[in-house]
C-alpha cells in the first residue's frame, strides 16, 4: 500500500511539473508571435514580457531574448529598461551558467555605450554583477575596481543592503589576492549591516567567507565553531543557497587537516542537494570534481570511478567547462592515483599556470605538490626537486606568517574599535551641539517669564551638568580605549617575540647550511619584517633601556629610512614620569613624527626634550607644508589628532600645536613631573 501511495505522489508531481511546462511552452510560444506582428513600443514591452517569463532558463535562449530586448529597448531610446536586461544577463553568465568572460564583454559593452543614469540603485547592482563576472573570469584585482563603483552607486542610492553586499564580495577578492587584514575588516562590517537588517541569507553567506578567512589565518578552532554553526541554521531553514556553499567550504577545512573522513561526508550531504530536481544554483560541477579528487587521494577508486565517468560524459563536454581549474585539479589527482602522470602533468602545469596568473598562492603552493609527485614518479628529479622547493618555501612562509596574520586580524579588530569610537565622538558632539540649541531656546522661551524663571535655571544648570558629566564620560572611554589597546599591543608584541620570533631566529639560522640563497633572505626578511611589526606595537628597548633611549632609537630609525634631516637635544627623563606616562609620551612623539612623514613633505625637523623645573618640555619642529589646526581638530575624521589630544589629557599635559599652511608645524608638549 506504501508503495502504491509513493508511486501515486510521483505521478502526481510529474503531473504537475508538465503541466507547468506545458502551460509555459505554450505562453512563450504565444509572446513570440504577438512580438512578431507588433513594433516599436509595444514589441518593447512583449519583448520584456518575455525576458521576465524565461528568467535564466536556458531550454528557452534566454540570452539569445535578452539580447535582443536590449537592442530594442537601446533603439527606443528606453535606457532603464536595456540596464536592468544588462544586469540580468551579465548575472546569468557570471553566476548560473559559468561564463564569466561573456558576461565581462556584456558589461564593456555597456561601458562603451557612456550611458548618463541616474538610477543609481540599479547601476549599484549591475555594476556588483559586473564585478563578480571579473573576479570569476580570474581578473580578481580589476574586480576589486569595480566593486568600488559599485559601492559608490549603492551610497547614492541610499541602499545599505546593495552597499554591504558589493563590499562583503570585494572581501572575496582581498582574500584571493592574500590581503586578509582588509578582507576581515569588510567581512566583520558586513556582518553588522546585514544583522542590523535581519538579512539572514546575506548574513549566513558573509560570516562563511569569515570562516574560510580564520582558516587561512590559522584560526581553526573559531573557523570550525563559525562553519558549524552556520551550517545548522541553513539546515534548520534548509537554505540551499547557503547550505550547499558552507557544506563545500567545510570540506575543503577538513582536508587542510587531512580528515578525509569528514572532508567526504561533508562532499556527499551537498551533493545529495546539489543533485535534487529544484536545485537553482550552479555547484553540481564543483561538488561532482570534488568528490572525483577525494575519493582519489584516498584510494577508493571504484567510487573515483563513477564521478570521473560522470564528468567526463556531461561537464567536460561543454563549449565552456564550469570551474575549469578546480576539474583540472580533479583529474591530476585522479591521473596520479590511477598511475597516468603524463595526463597528470598536462593538467597539473595548466592549473598552476592559472593560479600564477590569478595571484592565486594557496594554488601554486598545493599544486608545486602535486607536481613534485608527478615529476619524480616519472624521473624527473630536478624538476621534482624544484617544485619540491618552491612548495616548501611558500609551506614554511605561510606557517612562519600565520601569527602574523593573526597579529593583523587584531589589528583589524583594533581598527574596527577605532572606527566605533569615532563614531562615538561624532554622535556626542552632535548631542553636545544639540543641548546647546536647546539652551538658548529655553532662554528665549522663558526669559521674559518671571515666574518661572527659577525653575529655568534649575533646568538649565542640570542640563549644562548633564552635558559636561556625559562629555566627561566620553573623555573616560577614549582613554580606557587607548589603554585598551596598548594593553593589546604589549601582549602581542611579547607573544611575536617569545614565540614566533624565536622560531624564526631558528629557521633563518637553519637554512643557511642549505647555502640556498633565496630560502635564505626570504627567512631573513621575514624575520625582518616581523621585527618591524614587533617594535611598532611595543618598542623592544622601552623596559631594558628606559623611555629616552626608546625615544633615540625611533628617532635614528626614521632617520634611516627617510630622506628627513633630524636635530635633537634630549634630556634623560627615565627618571621624571611612570612607566604608563614615558609610553604615552613615547607614543606622542611616534604619532607627530609618523605624520611628519606621511603629510608634512618637509625636509628637516628637530626634536628638543628638556626637564625645566617641575616640567618636562617636548618640542618638535619640522619646515613643511603645515596645516590648519583647528580645521583638523574639529574635523571627526582626524582621529590621529583626537588620539593625541586624548594621550595628553591621560597624562595632564598640554599640547600646544603652531601651524599654517606653507609655514611648517611646532608641536609643544609641556608635562608636570
Avoid at 567581512?187 to 539572514?200: H, N
Avoid at 624564526?504 to 637553519?510: N, T, V
Wanted: no cysteine.
Amino acid at each position: 500500500m506504501r508503495q502504491i501511495f509513493v508511486s501515486l505522489l510521483l505521478l502526481i508531481a510529474y503531473a504537475n511539473a508538465y503541466s507547468q511546462d506545458t502551460s509555459l511552452d505554450q505562453s512563450v510560444s504565444d509572446l513570440k508571435q504577438k512580438i512578431e506582428s507588433s513594433e516599436k513600443a509595444e514589441k518593447l514591452e512583449l519583448m520584456d514580457s518575455l525576458a521576465w517569463l524565461v528568467v535564466y532558463k536556458s531550454k528557452y535562449n534566454y540570452d539569445s531574448i535578452v539580447k535582443a530586448t536590449i537592442d530594442h529597448a537601446y533603439q527606443l531610446d528606453s535606457i532603464n529598461m536595456a540596464m536592468r536586461h544588462t544586469s540580468s544577463l551579465i548575472y546569468y553568465y557570471a553566476n548560473r551558467v559559468n561564463k564569466a568572460k561573456e558576461a565581462v564583454g556584456i558589461f564593456n559593452d555597456f561601458e562603451s555605450r557612456k550611458i548618463d543614469s541616474n538610477d543609481y540603485n540599479l547601476l549599484g547592482r549591475l555594476y556588483t554583477n559586473a564585478a563578480d563576472s571579473y573576479y570569476f573570469s580570474g581578473e580578481t584585482q580589476k574586480s576589486i575596481e569595480v566593486y568600488d563603483k559599485a559601492e559608490q552607486f549603492s551610497l547614492r542610492a541610499n541602499d545599505s543592503i546593495s552597499y554591504a553586499l558589493a563590499r562583503s564580495y570585494k572581501a572575496g577578492s582581498y582574500s584571493t589576492i592574500g590581503n586578509y587584514v582588509i578582507a576581515s575588516k569588510l567581512l566583520l562590517e558586513t556582518s553588522e549591516y546585514f544583522q542590523r537588517a535581519k538579512d539572514t541569507t546575506n548574513l549566513l553567506w558573509s560570516r562563511n567567507e569569515l570562516a574560510t578567512l580564520y582558516t587561512k589565518i590559522g584560526f581553526t578552532e573559531e573557523a570550525k565553531k563559525e562553519r558549524d554553526e552556520i551550517i545548522n541554521i541553513a539546515r534548520h531553514q534548509h537554505n540551499l543557497q547557503s547550505l550547499v556553499p558552507n557544506l563545500f567550504n567545510a570540506s575543503l577545512e577538513a582536508h587542510l587537516q587531512n580528515n578525509q573522513k569528514d572532508r567526504i561526508a561533508y562532499l556527499k550531504e551537498a551533493y545529495k542537494y546539489v543533485t535534487e530536481p529544484d536545485y537553482n544554483f550552479s555547484l553540481e560541477p564543483i561538488i561532482t570534481y570534488t568528490l572525483l579528487d577525494a575519493y582519489a587521494v584516498t584510494d577508493s577508486m571504484d567510487k573515483a570511478k563513477v564521478f570521473f565517468d560522470k564528468i567526463q560524459s556531461t561537464f567536460a563536454k561543454q563549449e565552456q567547462i564550469p570551474y575549469e581549474s578546480n576539474y583540472r585539479t580533479a583529474l591530476a589527482d585522479y591521473y596520479i592515483a590511477t598511475k597516468a602522470y603524463d595526463k597528470a602533468l598536462v593538467e597539473g602545469q595548466w592549473v598552476l599556470n592559472k593560479h600564477k596568473q590569478t595571484g592565486n598562492n594557496w594554488g601554486i603552493y598545493h599544486m608545486d605538490e602535486r607536481l613534485s609527485k608527478i615529476y619524480r614518479a616519472i624521473g624527473d628529479m630536478e624538476k621534482s626537486h624544484n617544485h619540491y622547493v618552491d612548495f616548501v618555501t611558500r609551506r614554511d612562509s605561510i606557517n612562519s606568517v600565520k601569527k602574523a596574520l593573526g597579529l593583523s586580524y587584531y589589528q583589524t579588530l583594533y581598527e574596527t574599535e577605532k572606527r566605533d569610537f569615532k563614531i562615538a565622538a561624532q554622535e556626542s558632539e552632535i548631542t553636545v551641539l544639540d543641548r546647546d540649541n536647546t539652551i538658548k531656546k529655553q532662554w528665549m522661551l522663558f526669559g521674559g517669564l518671571g515666574l518661572v524663571l527659577g525653575f529655568t535655571i534649575i533646568y538649565l544648570i542640570r542640563s549644562r551638568n548633564f552635558s559636561r558629566k556625559e562629555k566627561h564620560n566620553q573623555e573616560l572611554f577614549s582613554q580606557e580605549l587607548i589603554k585598551t589597546q596598548e594593553d593589546q599591543r604589549t601582549q602581542v608584541a611579547r607573544d611575536l617575540h617569545d614565540s614566533v620570533g624565536q622560531k624564526l631566529m631558528l629557521l633563518a639560522k637553519k637554512v643557511k647550511s642549505y647555502k640556498d640563497t633565496d630560502i635564505d633572505n626570504l627567512a631573513n626578511n621575514t624575520l625582518d619584517e616581523l621585527r618591524g611589526i614587533s617594535r611598532g606595537l611595543y618598542p623592544a628597548t622601552f623596559e631594558k633601556l628606559g623611555v629616552t633611549a626608546s625615544i633615540e632609537s625611533m628617532i635614528n630609525e626614521v632617520d634611516a629610512n627617510t630622506n628627513l634631516f633630524f636635530t635633537t637635544e634630549i634630556d634623560n627623563i627615565d627618571d621624571a614620569l611612570s612607566k604608563q606616562e614615558s609610553l604615552h609620551l613615547y607614543r606622542i612623539i611616534q604619532e607627530v613624527l609618523n605624520n611628519t612623514v606621511k603629510h608634512a613633505n618637509a625636509k628637516s625637523v628637530s626634536v628638543t626634550i628638556s626637564r625645566k623645573g617641575d616640567v618636562i618640555e617636548t618640542i618638535i619642529k619640522d619646515n613643511g607644508v603645515g596645516f590648519e589646526f583647528n580645521e583638523k581638530r574639529h574635523t571627526v575624521s582626524s582621529l590621529g589628532m583626537k588620539t593625541l589630544l586624548e594621550r595628553a589629557k591621560i597624562i595632564k599635559s598640554k599640547l600646544l600645536i603652531d601651524s599654517d599652511k606653507n609655514k611648517g608645524t611646532t608641536m609643544q608638549l609641556i608635562t608636570p613631573l
